[in-house]
């Protein structure tokens, strides 16, 4: 049970990470769209 536990948490927290990274790339394409305006 607790390698189970430990492993959903490792694949929530890869989830948030690649999350955030694709935020990240989202507000800097409409920065840069913007800036390009």
Known sequence: ???AALIGAAVLLIGV???QIGLSQRLRKDAGI???R
């Open 17 to 19: 990470i690649i999350g």
């Open 34 to 36: 913007n800036e390009n």
């Open 1 to 3: 049970m607790i390698e």
